[in-house]
Structures are given as C-alpha cells and as structure tokens.
Antibody, heavy 119, light 109 residues
Framework: EVQLLESGGGLIQPGGSLRLSCEAS????????MNWVRQAPGKGLEWVSY????????FYAESVKGRFTISRDNSKNTVFLQLSTLRAEDTAVFYC????????????WGQGTLVTVSS | DIQMTQSPSSLSASVGDRVTIYCQASESITTYLNWYQQKPGKAPQLLIHAASTLPSGVPGRFRGSGSGTDFTLTINNVQPEDVATYFCQQSYTSPRVYTFGQGTRLEIK
C-alpha cells in the first residue's frame, strides 16, 4: 500500500523559513516523480512543485519560484520542500503527491501538513 | 498558461440523481485531463485520469468524457458518500506546469 506522510508544518512569522518532509513507502520511490500541492484555507488546489525520480529535473509554480526549493533523498524515500521568505498568502495545507507512471496525474496523496504564516 | 474553468461552483442533488460537472480549458489539452475527489477534511484522491479512465477501485457510477477544451464528469446514481469537492486538472503542460480548476462542491439535499 502506498503511503505518504508529511511533516514539518507549523506557525512561522512572515519572512521566515520552514522545511517540509514527505516520507514515502509502499512503492519503488526512485522510479516516480513527486509533487507538492497546496490548499489555502477554504480554497482550491494549487500545484506548487515537481521533482523527477532521479531529482535531476525540478519545476515550480510562478507564485513560489525563487522562494521554494524541492529536493529528494532517494536513500531515505523522502521528498522535501524548503520554504523561504514566507508570506501570509503562503498559509495553506501542503500535500505531497506521487506522480503516476508517466507523470500525468497524481495517484497518491499524503494527509497534508499545515503551514501558517502569521506574526 | 492554460486556465481551467469549472462549472458550476456548487450543486445540490438528491440520492439517486445524475449530476454533471463541467471543466473547460483555455486551449486544447487533448485528453490530458484528470479529476480528483476531495471529501470534507480529507486529502484529494484521483478519480479519473486521461479524461475517461477510472483507476482501480473507483465506482463505475463515475464517468469522465471530453477532449480538446471541454470535459465533463458525470456521477450517476449519486450516493451520500459522494459529498465532496471535485477538481479538474490539466497535465498537458506537465511536468512544467499543472493547473487545477477552482472546484465544484457537491452536496446532498
């Protein structure tokens, strides 16, 4: 069974930094791209970032480019999202999501971790 | 960038009804269209991929159709457990960009 477990969320002041983690199990982690998707309170889903299985390719939404960094440690089956220069509008539940075989859909999601940016 | 527009934003149905949710892309995405179901307080789940393919375990009362710019999600014989928000997503420009629609909330009368 595929499982994704996020951690690292919390309350952080504007301008601060935070690192989110997502530990995966139940599939061959290295063979699959991973994504982060966020959802502001009461709002819709926003794709944030993508990383290929090897980690060599990364992509970001324009809204976070230059502030967020995605990475992965395939020896630990874990994907990370480093959040920097946080703003109030970054407040959201952050989900990690496993890409399907060819990366065209997200076929497994974690339960999410809440990031609250507030002074 | 490709924009995704869903309609309606919310709808109410009785158990046993058929409901249809629409998703329109701002330009052709062929069949690179996915649907996700998010039940209250839960993470989203993949409901349909490639416009019309149901993953294993998804009930057959869900049906996706469309290509190009216009897509529909149809739920036949709506059940109480279908209360959720439904999101479409284009993956035509993946992995550079994925775009979600704004969501459609389904409630039961």
């Amino acid at each position: 069974e595929v499982q994704l477990l996020e951690s690292g969320g919390g309350l952080i002041q504007p301008g601060g930094s935070l690192r989110l983690s997502c530990e995966a199990s139940g599939f061959s982690f290295t063979n699959y791209a991973m994504n982060w998707v966020r959802q502001a309170p009461g709002k819709g889903l926003e794709w944030v970032s993508y990383i290929s299985g090897s980690g060599s390719d990364t992509f970001y939404a324009e809204s976070v480019k230059g502030r967020f960094t995605i990475s992965r440690d395939n020896s630990k089956n874990t994907v990370f999202l480093q959040l920097s220069t946080l703003r109030a509008e970054d407040t959201a539940v952050f989900y990690c999501a496993k890409a399907s075989n060819y990366g065209y859909s997200f076929d497994a999601w974690g339960q999410g971790t809440l990031v609250t940016v507030s002074s | 960038d490709i924009q995704m527009t869903q309609s309606p934003s919310s709808l109410s149905a009785s158990v046993g009804d058929r409901v249809t949710i629409y998703c329109q892309a701002s330009e052709s995405i062929t069949t690179y269209l996915n649907w996700y179901q998010q039940k209250p307080g839960k993470a989203p789940q993949l409901l349909i991929h490639a416009a019309s393919t149901l993953p294993s375990g998804v009930p057959g009362r869900f049906r996706g159709s469309g290509s190009g710019t216009d897509f529909t999600l149809t739920i036949n014989n709506v059940q109480p457990e279908d209360v959720a928000t439904y999101f479409c997503q284009q993956s035509y420009t993946s992995p550079r960009v994925y775009t979600f629609g704004q969501g459609t909330r389904l409630e039961i009368k």
